[in-house]
T-cell receptor
Framework: KQEVTQIPAALSVPEGENLVLNCSFT??????LQWFRQDPGKGLTSLLL?????REQTSGRLNASLDKSSGRSTLYIAASQPGDSATYLC??????????FGTGTRLTVIP | EPEVTQTPSHQVTQMGQEVILRCVPI?????FYWYRQILGQKVEFLVS????????KSEIFDDQFSVERPDGSNFTLKIRSTKLEDSAMYFC??????????????FGNGTRLTVT
């Protein structure tokens, strides 16, 4: 069964810093990997989706990379802002069309 | 931007009662899902639905659970006899068909179910 792990569990950075969130998965036979943002009491907002054939995806200040062979993905956030404070979740799709989620990294950006 | 909408946002029920959680997926999406998140734990897959039938379900989705698309817009999750351990945030999601299973899932804001 796919297991997805995220480290660190929580991260606090001053505004303006660049940061990296880590995601690892045990089964490298994934179809894609998706990064989400979750605000308290809210749903999941899709940030980036990386297909299994891709190495990275970029959207604005966000860049996600994927290394299937090592079972790792990273989410890079450039020039962090207080509005980036949220929990970030990665999720891997294996087999049929369902996702295996990590426990998330709770990010706090201090003004 | 189109959204997945869920109602109610919070539901409190007594153990043993039936609950129905409602979702309106994005209109041109044809794959629908339910996930749940128990407080402090991972988001877990429950069931996927396509072409008016379940395409996959997890071990969590036992006989107490059912899903239905009663009309062209709603997608519902029914729990027949709720247990305390069913207390969780339930998320509905949908994605497109024409881009196949590699299109991003779009999630609703969830329904917080509290079983007392």
């Amino acid at each position: 069964k796919q297991e997805v792990t995220q480290i660190p569990a929580a991260l606090s950075v001053p505004e303006g810093e660049n940061l990296v969130l880590n995601c690892s998965f045990t089964d490298s036979a994934i179809y894609n990997l998706q990064w989400f943002r979750q605000d308290p009491g809210k749903g999941l907002t899709s940030l980036l989706l990386i297909q299994s054939s891709q190495r990275e995806q970029t959207s604005g200040r966000l860049n996600a990379s994927l290394d299937k062979s090592s079972g790792r993905s990273t989410l890079y956030i450039a020039a962090s802002q207080p509005g980036d404070s949220a929990t970030y979740l990665c999720a891997a799709r294996t087999g049929a069309n369902n996702l295996f989620f990590g426990t998330g990294t709770r990010l706090t950006v201090i003004p | 931007e189109p959204e997945v909408t869920q109602t109610p946002s919070h539901q409190v029920t007594q153990m043993g009662q039936e609950v129905i959680l409602r979702c309106v997926p994005i209109s041109n999406h044809l794959y629908f899902y339910w996930y749940r998140q128990i407080l402090g734990q991972k988001v877990e897959f429950l069931v996927s639905f396509y072409n008016n039938e379940i395409s996959e379900k997890s071990e969590i989705f036992d006989d107490q659970f059912s899903v239905e698309r009663p009309d062209g817009s709603n997608f519902t999750l029914k729990i027949r006899s709720t247990k305390l351990e069913d207390s969780a945030m339930y998320f509905c999601a949908s994605n497109e068909l024409h881009r196949g299973s590699d299109s991003p899932l779009h999630f609703g804001n969830g329904t917080r179910l509290t079983v007392t």
